[in-house]
């Protein structure tokens, strides 16, 4: 039996700038990337708090959130974001960090929540093969 978030549907993904990061050049090749390997992709935009990012992921019903921070906020923004979507019973959505993340972190980004973390340089191959797993887990596209 089918149920809504088992159809067989494209993977829903959120691109995210959160906060003063201006540069977003790398979130926007990730965001392509991502719509030619078959995604629906929804690109925020700069400038966007944790809490507009919520909103916008409850309201475009995605599976995954794709960060990019480049400002060295990643630690505080990415909690602040896996808390906010636990408490709107969002848990299951998917978050991937990427952008200037040093490799000491990587491992408290996971233990926080994120599902993968994806520092500059990283294979864009690398990320779609991720991000298919995700959907395939989810019974999606």
């Known amino acids: 039996m089918e149920t809504p978030r088992t159809k067989q549907r494209p993977l829903r993904v959120l691109v995210a700038k959160p906060g003063l990061d201006g540069h ?18 929804i690109y925020t935009g700069l400038h966007k708090s944790v809490e507009e990012i919520l909103h916008t992921a409850l309201q475009e019903d995605v599976d995954v959130i794709g960060l ?7 630690l505080d923004i990415t909690r602040e974001l896996i808390e906010g979507l636990r ?7 998917a ?14 980004l996971l233990e926080i929540g994120a599902s993968g973390v994806f520092a500059t340089g990283a294979r864009l191959t690398d990320i779609v093969s991720f991000v298919r797993d995700i959907a395939s887990r989810k019974g999606l596209q």
Do not use: F, W, Y
Request: glycine content about 14%; hydrophobic content about 35%.
């Open 24 to 41: 977003d050049k790398g979130a926007k090749v990730v965001a392509q990337t991502l719509r030619d390997a078959g995604c629906e992709v």
């Open 87 to 93: 408490a709107k019973e969002m848990g299951d959505v």
């Open 68 to 74: 990019s921070v480049l400002s060295g906020n990643h």
């Open 95 to 108: 978050v991937l960090i990427g952008g200037n993340i040093p490799h000491r972190d990587r491992p408290l």
